[in-house]
C-alpha cells in the first residue's frame, strides 16, 4: 500500500486510514470509519469492497454499470451510533462532466453478527451543479489549475 494520503480526508496515509479496511482486512469499528472506507472505495471504483460493505437487501445490482465520478472530498458532518443501529451525515463531492456536484446524504448503517453495513441512504437538498472555469485552481485541492487536472476535454 502506498504513502499516500487517504482520499476520505483525514489526513492520514491511506494505509493508516481506509486501507486497514479495505485492504487490511479489519473490521470498521464504527458507521464513521465504514462510511470513510465506503467513500474511498468509491474513489478507487472498488466494488468489490462496496458490495461488501453493502447490506444484501438493499444492494444495487447495477452499482458496477454506473460511470465512474471523480471524487473529489468527504466531509462528515455528523455521525452517531447505538448497539446495531448507525447514522452518517456528510457531503461528498464529485466532478461530473466539468461540473461540481456536492452529494449530501444521510446514511444508515446496521450491524450485523458484528459487522457493520451500509442499508441505505437519504438525499437532502443540493445546489445544482456548478460549471468548473478551466483557469479555476482545481477543486480536488492539487494545487493545480483545473484545465491540467481533472478537466475533460
Ligand atoms: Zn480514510
Ligand atoms: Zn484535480
Not at 443501529?85 to 457531503?91: A, I, R, T
Amino acid at each position: 500500500m502506498s504513502e499516500t494520503l487517504c482520499p476520505c480526508g483525514t489526513g492520514k496515509p491511506y494505509a493508516n486510514c481506509c486501507g486497514l479496511y479495505i485492504e487490511g482486512g479489519q473490521l470498521a469499528p464504527d458507521p464513521e470509519a465504514l462510511m470513510r472506507s465506503r467513500y474511498t472505495a468509491f474513489f478507487q471504483c472498488n466494488y468489490p469492497y462496496l458490495k461488501k460493505t453493502w447490506h444484501p437487501e438493499t444492494y444495487p445490482e447495477d452499482l458496477e454499470q454506473g460511470e465512474p465520478s471523480n471524487w473529489v472530498g468527504l466531509e462528515i458532518i455528523d455521525a452517531s451510533w447505538e448497539d446495531d443501529e448507525g447514522e452518517v451525515e456528510f457531503k461528498a463531492r464529485l466532478i461530473f462532466d466539468n461540473r461540481l456536484e456536492v452529494l449530501h446524504e444521510i446514511s444508515d448503517f446496521e450491524k450485523i453478527d458484528g459487522v457493520w453495513l451500509y442499508h441505505s441512504g437519504e438525499f437532502l437538498h443540493d445546489d445544482e451543479p456548478v460549471k468548473i472555469a478551466r483557469n479555476a485552481p482545481c477543486p480536488c485541492g492539487s494545487g493545480q489549475i483545473f484545465k491540467d487536472c481533472h478537466y475533460q476535454a
